[in-house]
């Protein structure tokens, strides 16, 4: 059996929540949006032998952004498998604001720690002038943040690597691997920019999200992406996930994690079981506290 903890999925109620990144007449304007704007539950999260769901971790996904407590009251009233959540909270309020809404999360038992998307606004959210002292309250209550910007930017990680520098306590996820890519120019500045990031012991990265940059990547990307993921960030700092139910776009849910099963037991040079279940399982395990 190999025990997985799905360390970024996304669960959706639109009947109680607004997602207004959903709707047809906002953006993103992705023409197969439709596939995933529909309701999605733990139910959802099948997974047959060898392959074991343990838990899963749960990234904000716009339910209510101006009240994020909401969707964490939702899912601590419907999940009933073992889960984190990683809510949604702006890290440019005022840090009064920022404080009494990071309070209310913390009364809720599942979250662990927050993402604000940066993605094309990452260096001048990063810039920002309440940002450096949210992110030192984040780190003083020991929540985690996720990082979600593309590695290709070279000044939004200039400014990264400052406030990582001076914020030593912060444990930093990357989500989707930094958002790679397969241009070649591009591709060199994200590795550049990866390597950067992985000297830091407090930053982790999560391999998923390849769907994100190509509705019909091949294992051969998917592979490289892992391998220098591995290679610079070691066994023991990396993640494996599906982003679930964006992965749709390629695969169900069952084809991602077989796909990717099938990834490491092919990987080179060899992969222990050990080393296995530390990508699946292990480290999303304790880098999420879900030993507390």
Same mark, same amino acid.
């Given at each position: 059996m190999i025990k997985i903890i799905d360390s970024h999925i996304h669960l959706f109620d639109l009947n109680k929540g607004n997602y207004q990144w959903l709707k047809p007449e906002n953006p993103p304007f992705w023409p197969d949006k439709g596939i995933i704007?529909? #309701?999605?539950?733990?139910?959802?999260?099948? =997974?047959?032998?060898?392959?074991?769901?343990?838990g899963f971790v749960h990234i904000e996904a716009g339910f209510d952004n101006e009240h994020p407590?909401?969707?964490?009251?939702?899912?601590?009233?419907?999940?009933k498998l073992a889960f984190r959540s990683i809510a949604m909270l702006d890290i440019t309020l005022p840090e009064p604001i920022f404080t009494e809404q990071l309070?209310?999360?913390?009364?809720?038992?599942?979250?662990?720690?927050?993402?604000?998307?940066?993605?094309?606004?990452?260096?001048?959210?990063? #810039?920002?002038?309440?940002?450096?002292?949210? =992110?030192?309250l984040l780190a003083d209550k020991r929540l985690s943040f996720e990082l979600q910007m593309p590695l290709t930017d070279i000044a939004a990680v200039d400014s990264l690597i400052t406030i990582i520098q001076s914020t030593t306590d912060l444990m930093f996820c990357i989500n989707h691997a930094g958002s790679p890519t397969t241009d070649n120019k591009q591709q060199t500045t994200w590795l550049d920019n990866l390597k950067r990031l992985a000297k830091?012991?407090?930053?982790?990265?999560k391999c998923s999200g390849y769907e994100m940059t190509d509705r019909h990547y091949l294992p051969s990307w998917q592979h490289h992406i892992v391998a220098l993921c591995l290679a610079n960030f070691g066994i023991s700092r990396v993640m494996l996930a599906s982003n679930f139910p964006l992965s749709l776009w390629h695969s169900s849910y069952q084809d991602t994690w077989r796909n990717t099963y099938t990834l490491l037991q092919d990987y080179k040079p060899c992969l222990s079981s050990k080393n296995i279940a530390q990508l699946c399982y292990q480290n999303a395990y304790l880098f999420y506290k879900f030993n507390h």
């Amino acid at each position: 059996m190999i025990k997985i903890i799905d360390s970024h999925i996304h669960l959706f109620d639109l009947n109680k929540g607004n997602y207004q990144w959903l709707k047809p007449e906002n953006p993103p304007f992705w023409p197969d949006k439709g596939i995933i704007a529909n #309701n999605f539950s733990e139910q959802d999260l099948t =997974l047959s032998s060898p392959l074991y769901l343990s838990g899963f971790v749960h990234i904000e996904a716009g339910f209510d952004n101006e009240h994020p407590w909401r969707e964490i009251a939702w899912l601590e009233n419907t999940c009933k498998l073992a889960f984190r959540s990683i809510a949604m909270l702006d890290i440019t309020l005022p840090e009064p604001i920022f404080t009494e809404q990071l309070e209310k999360l913390m009364r809720y038992p599942s979250v662990v720690g927050i993402r604000h998307i940066l993605d094309g606004d990452a260096q001048v959210i990063l #810039n920002h002038q309440h940002t450096q002292a949210n =992110l030192a309250l984040l780190a003083d209550k020991r929540l985690s943040f996720e990082l979600q910007m593309p590695l290709t930017d070279i000044a939004a990680v200039d400014s990264l690597i400052t406030i990582i520098q001076s914020t030593t306590d912060l444990m930093f996820c990357i989500n989707h691997a930094g958002s790679p890519t397969t241009d070649n120019k591009q591709q060199t500045t994200w590795l550049d920019n990866l390597k950067r990031l992985a000297k830091f012991n407090t930053v982790f990265i999560k391999c998923s999200g390849y769907e994100m940059t190509d509705r019909h990547y091949l294992p051969s990307w998917q592979h490289h992406i892992v391998a220098l993921c591995l290679a610079n960030f070691g066994i023991s700092r990396v993640m494996l996930a599906s982003n679930f139910p964006l992965s749709l776009w390629h695969s169900s849910y069952q084809d991602t994690w077989r796909n990717t099963y099938t990834l490491l037991q092919d990987y080179k040079p060899c992969l222990s079981s050990k080393n296995i279940a530390q990508l699946c399982y292990q480290n999303a395990y304790l880098f999420y506290k879900f030993n507390h």
